[in-house]
């Protein structure tokens, strides 16, 4: 058996972070389904907020991400957040991140999304693979071990506390326990929940679903975000920073229809209205040709700023669809893109249980409330992803080893071995494809009562179908097939409770909006939902929301 003091699950930029801490004064080994590299965070072009400007504020970085997040977020977290953000971005700096430049050699900033100032800093339209790198480098130096290609499957917590986890070693092919005294997930979010989204392959929930599975609650998961601007019929992204340097959305009829929504904030309004207003001139008739998707448009920003600010953009036009944005506009749709809800932790990263941290996309602090701000979810992934490392160190010296139970991996043994030696059932893609395309279609960015009561029929039957699922590729060694049946149970289960929370919900608040319920509801529903483990019928709380200096108001951009 392996032991290490603290596991991490996820090398993104939370996992990493939290890893360059907590190996300072502990014994800390990554796992890490892909290279480091390969983590999401790397696909982040767009930038990372910071009030570092003489002419911000963090009172106002934190009132933006508090009226952003629909008064959902917890205030006291996200005054942290905003706080600490700037002792954050140096720190990255200075570890080696080139970001780009004013002329007077600071850190250049540009415009993002529902916020007052421009704050968020970037490094061309490629900020998250360099904070990556950044971040690879630091663990290259501080000699931190990397289990790479380990497939974690199981958390296992006994009578309340941290005992470690059974992962899937994909070229060995064995099931191995790394037992731990404390574990910190930070395996990112659960786009792939959805059919057309932003998030690579991998973005499939693993880390929320194996905390659930093992008892622990998680927190708002019906807030999902669409990004406004993913390209046409691919779901890939296209930067918000091409609306920060000055792109417009225009519709059939060549109009700025942005005006009639946010017209003080047009195309920088936040992501949950723009991508509202996109898909209403949609389903108006007004998309281009009379098709589902408008025109981002950068022709006017000349081939210069093009090719200097958003470089990568250029690229993934051409190669994705042959669109050459410095002469032509760019088609585009809403694209599922970020999971809001999560683990539930405290400002330090802790849960419930003992020695079970999270940090990034997959945690629920909160800071994001119902709608994340653009930039703000890198920082969140650097400023907790080191907190949670400083506390986790901090928990393992004060605690001794505890035993792994046997039947924790027997169980798991047992469940894997079952999907590998069933001889006949259903492939788990199929299953896969019908859930994304019925949550894409019915708990989208428009909801309503009756559309999501048939989703949750629905997703009731995919889960009971999937129960007798069977993997073609017989061989332990490096079978994606067989991971792509143990996503798929992770899938079919936050898929539930996307789809429970949001029929509860009766109200809108950020991401989540119905039609059948359009006002938000702060007398009823200004509180989190907190979603409990149960094979068969989840179940749901309500937890208070923590408001210190901002009462909620109308939200007007
Ligand atoms: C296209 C795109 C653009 C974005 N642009 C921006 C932006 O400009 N600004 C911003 O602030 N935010 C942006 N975001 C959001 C932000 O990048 C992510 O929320 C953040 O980087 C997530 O980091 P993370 O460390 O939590 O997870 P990730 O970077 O997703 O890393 C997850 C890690 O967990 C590992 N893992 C997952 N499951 C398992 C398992 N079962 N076993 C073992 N390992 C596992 C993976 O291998 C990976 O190493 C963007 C997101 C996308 C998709």
């Given at each position: 058996m392996i032991n290490h003091e603290i596991v991490i699950i996820g090398a993104g930029l939370a996992g990493m972070r939290a890893?360059?801490?907590?190996?300072?004064?502990?014994?800390v080994a990554i796992l890490t389904r892909l290279h480091p590299m390969r983590a999401h965070s790397g696909a982040a072009q767009g930038g990372i907020n910071a009030a570092i400007d003489p002419d911000d504020s963090i009172e106002s970085h934190t009132f933006d991400t508090v009226k952003g997040s629909d008064y959902l977020g917890d205030q006291d977290a996200i005054a942290i957040l905003t706080s600490e953000a700037p002792r954050d971005i140096y720190e990255m700096e200075h570890m080696g991140t080139v970001f780009s430049r004013k002329d007077d050699g600071r850190i250049a900033q540009r415009a993002f999304g529902g916020q007052n100032f421009n704050r968020c800093c970037y490094a061309s339209d490629k900020t998250g693979h360099l904070l990556l790198q950044t971040m690879y480098e630091q663990i290259l130096k501080h000699n931190i071990k990397l289990y790479e290609d380990w497939y974690v499957t199981k958390l296992v917590i006994e009578d309340g506390s941290v005992r470690g986890v059974v992962a899937y070693d994909q070229i060995s092919g064995k099931l191995e326990v790394v037992r731990a005294k404390a574990v910190i997930v930070a395996t990112g979010g659960a786009g792939r929940i959805y059919s057309v989204t932003s998030n690579a392959h991998i973005c499939t929930?693993?880390?929320?679903?194996?905390v659930f599975r093992a008892g622990i609650p998680l927190r708002d998961m019906e807030f999902i975000q669409f990004h406004p601007t993913g390209l046409y019929g691919q779901g890939i992204l296209v930067t918000e920073g091409c609306r920060g340097e000055g792109g417009y959305l225009t519709n059939n009829d060549d109009e700025r229809f942005m005006k009639k929504?946010?017209?003080?904030?047009?195309?920088?309004?936040?992501?949950?209205?723009?991508?509202?207003?996109?898909?209403?001139?949609?389903?108006?008739?007004?998309?281009?040709?009379?098709?589902?998707?408008?025109?981002?448009?950068?022709?006017h920003l000349g081939k210069d700023k093009i090719l200097e600010r958003l470089p990568q953009v250029h690229e993934l036009c051409l190669n994705y669809i042959g669109v050459d944005c410095i002469t032509q506009p760019?088609?585009?749709?809403?694209?599922?893109?970020?999971?809001?809800?999560?683990?539930?932790?405290?400002?330090?990263?802790?849960?419930?249980?003992?020695?079970?941290?999270a940090a990034g996309e997959c945690a629920c602090v909160s800071v994001h409330g119902a709608n994340r701000l653009g930039g703000n979810s890198m920082l969140e992934t650097i400023v907790f992803g080191r907190r949670a490392g400083v506390k986790a160190a901090e928990f393992v010296r004060s605690v001794e080893w505890q035993e792994f139970p046997d039947h924790a991996f027997s169980s798991e043994q047992k469940r894997i071995t079952e999907i590998m030696e069933r001889k006949e059932g259903e492939k788990p893609w199929t299953i896969r494809s019908e859930l994304q395309d019925v949550m894409m279609m019915k708990v989208g960015i428009f909801?309503?009562?009756?559309?999501?009561?048939?989703?949750?029929?629905?997703?009731?039957?995919?889960?009971?179908?999937?129960?007798?699922?069977?993997?073609?590729?017989?061989?332990?060694?490096?079978?994606?097939?067989?991971?792509?049946?143990?996503?798929l149970q992770n899938l079919l289960l936050l898929a539930e409770l996307i789809t429970l929370g949001a029929l509860a919900r009766e109200e809108s608040r950020g991401a989540h909006y119905r039609n059948d319920f359009p006002t938000r509801d702060d007398e009823k529903w200004l509180k989190h939902t907190v979603a409990f483990y149960d094979e068969i019928n989840p179940r749901l709380e309500y937890e208070d929301v923590t408001i210190t200096t901002y009462q909620p108001e109308a939200r007007k951009y």
């Open positions: 890893a360059i801490e907590a190996s300072q004064s502990a014994d929930g693993d880390g929320m679903a194996i929504y946010a017209p003080t904030k047009m195309e920088l309004g936040p992501r949950d209205l723009v991508s509202r207003s996109i898909w209403t001139e949609i389903k108006e008739g007004r998309g281009i040709d009379g098709k589902d998707f408008v025109h981002l448009d950068l022709r760019i088609p585009i749709q809403p694209t599922a893109h970020y999971t809001m809800g999560g683990i539930p932790t405290d400002a330090w990263g802790e849960s419930q249980a003992k020695g079970l941290f909801r309503d009562g009756k559309e999501m009561s048939e989703a949750l029929q629905k997703i009731v039957e995919l889960k009971n179908r999937a129960k007798n699922i069977c993997v073609d590729d017989k061989s332990w060694l490096y079978n994606t097939d067989l991971v792509g049946a143990l996503e």
